[in-house]
């Protein structure tokens, strides 16, 4: 079963696997089931198919069976899982209301994604304050109010936009 994106484009094949698999078993495992902005199985292919999962006779295979070589490679475990966590976070004051954050990147690690940027959190907010490429291993953050005690971590994050947890976190006060 091949699903499209309301804009157009193919959803990945893990995630279609991960609809499939909820719309069968929603749809009384009859594979009759489509999301809301997907569209159902293609030509010559089985409705209730995992993505490249079909035969030639439209029948659908197991999960178990050989990818159609019409679709991109399934994405590995790997690519999925977040990188590690960055080190040796570090918070300098260097002006009026602006602190210089400054880290290490992660560990090397065997199977770890690569490392595409850093989004930098300040406790009790929801968004990152500072998002900065792979390359980039400092950045300054400004607006602060003196006298105000502030926590800050920074999570790595790979090309598929999974992000490590947070490294250990680092205090800073600035001065009145």
């Not at 490249?52 to 070589?69: I, K, M, N, V, Y």
Request: net charge positive.
């Amino acid at each position: 079963m091949a699903f499209r994106c309301a804009i157009g484009r193919a959803v990945p094949a893990t995630v279609t696997a991960v609809l499939v698999m909820t719309l069968t078993a929603a749809a009384g495992a009859s594979g009759t089931g489509t999301a809301a902005g997907a569209s159902p199985a293609g030509p010559g292919e089985a409705a209730g198919a995992p993505a490249g999962r079909t035969g030639a006779s439209g029948q659908a295979l197991g999960f178990g069976a050989a990818q159609d070589p019409r679709r991109p490679p399934l994405a590995s475990q790997a690519a999925l899982a977040p990188p590690p966590v960055p080190r040796g976070l570090d918070a300098r004051v260097v002006g009026p209301g602006t602190v210089l954050l400054s880290w290490l990147p992660p560990a090397p690690a065997e199977g770890a994604t690569p490392v595409a940027g850093y989004r930098i959190h300040q406790q009790g907010t929801a968004t990152p304050v500072a998002e900065v490429g792979a390359r980039t291993l400092r950045t300054e953050i400004t607006g602060l109010e003196p006298g105000i005690g502030y926590t800050f971590s920074v999570r790595a994050v790979n090309a598929a936009g999974h992000a490590s947890p947070d490294s250990r976190p680092v205090d800073v006060t600035l001065p009145e």
